[in-house]
């Protein structure tokens, strides 16, 4: 009778237990309040404490002690009090594997540049510009029928609060379905501008983002994303020097941040790479393209995009380039079939060889002439000196870029379109005569990639001797 007892007690304790703790649902249940039902469950929830993380141990006794003073134990432990020892070390190991992956507990964090010897003693402060400017810093992926393409970096550049709609800066990378060989400068990328990209504005929270323009010769995209709120903007410096250092962020393939220290490289872009890049000797993270380079006030300089050598586009650039499609529908630029290089950053000797020899120190150096270019017509040849154009001079390529955009702008404002030509004046130092020349070169304006190619022609037999003879390396008899 007192076991039957005892057990119906039980029961109607449970039964009252039970009652207790959902009373809050069920009354919010019977008044149709879904919402409440589940706000007392979370509550409920959240109140619970998880139990305590310790080590289980076998009850040994200490029956005496070795020479060394360490103890000796009973060796005789009930089987079940060990069976149960090795379950409850399991479940042990399986709580500290869980506390693992807990956000504040994980080890399995990227380290960034901000944790290098080199930054301690600005860490603080740089730290904390990062964090803020890597609110406005998303990850981006992109699907070709369901399928991975690519994963890119990104950032907000402007925002409609009317539409609530922002606008997000990238690399173009995002889209690229195919590369061409460095080596081949025939071929250009290919696009798939139907792919479905996806805008990670936060952990576990993505939309789908838009595509509004993207550009083949800066490799550049523009994404809107519907939004509930403004997004942060980050402020824009338009200047950047050489030696400066930046700051490149990026987000990697798990969406976690990536930052990069180094500093503007005097450097010129090689032969298959665009005049507008800006190198810096540091590195960035796979999925970082398109992501800003930031200075130490946390003001964009540039964006970051795939090249051999880490290199970012300066946002003056950008910015023109970003007034012109809205203006123009286009971003118009000079076809000019040269490739450069600049004087400034060559050795110090270098440059002291070629004052002495023609009382130059600034400029351009004609590194290619494209086959069949009016530049080569016209006989601009290797090795030659730009030093302006339409009288103003120009000693980079970001210079020059500078200037091609600044006069494509002009031209358009005064109702001409794509297609056209537009006649440059170039003053250029002919290397081979030592002389100073004006040329007018009648340039194609346009918005697609322009391709260099080196000039080729087929040998005879005739030439091949005729070129031997000439040589001196074969007698006329």
Known sequence: MAGGGGTTSGSQS????????????????????????ASAADEAASSLVSSPCR???????????????????????????????LEEEEKYCAKLEREKNLLTLTQDMPRTCLESQELLPVRDSATDMVLQAAKSVMGLSSYIDGKPLAQSTGFFIDWDNEKKVGTILTSAHIICAKYPSIHDRSSTREYAVDAKVEIHLS???SVDGCLVHYHKYYNIALFEVSLKQSPQLLCLNDEVKYAQEVFLLGRNERLQLNVGHGRVQFMDPGLFEQNHYVYVNCKVSKCGAGGPAVNFDGKVVGMADPTPRTAFIPISILV????????????????????????????????EEIMDAFSINSGLIVKQVSEGSIAEKVGIRNGDIVRCLNGEHVSTTVDLEHLSLRICEDHFTKGNVLGSNLDIAFEIFNIRKKCHLSKMLAVNVSDDTEVIRGGTYLVSATEALSNLVSSGDLSPD
Not at 19 to 32: F, I, V
Not at 67 to 72: I, R, Y
Request: proline content about 4%; glycine content about 6%.
């Open 14 to 37: 449970r039964a009252r237990k039970r009652q207790w703790c959902t009373t809050d649902e069920d009354e919010a249940a019977r008044t149709g309040n879904e919402e409440q039902a």
């Open 55 to 85: 080590c289980p141990c076998l009850p040994l006794v200490v029956t005496g002690y070795n020479s060394d003073g360490t103890e000796l134990y009973d060796s005789n432990i009930n089987p079940d009090v060990f069976d149960a020892y």
């Open 203 to 205: 952990r576990g929270t």
């Open 320 to 351: 023109r380039c970003l007034h012109m499609q809205k203006e123009f529908k286009c971003i118009p630029r000079l076809h000019l079939g040269l490739k450069f290089s600049s004087i400034k950053f060559l050795k110090t000797s270098h440059i």
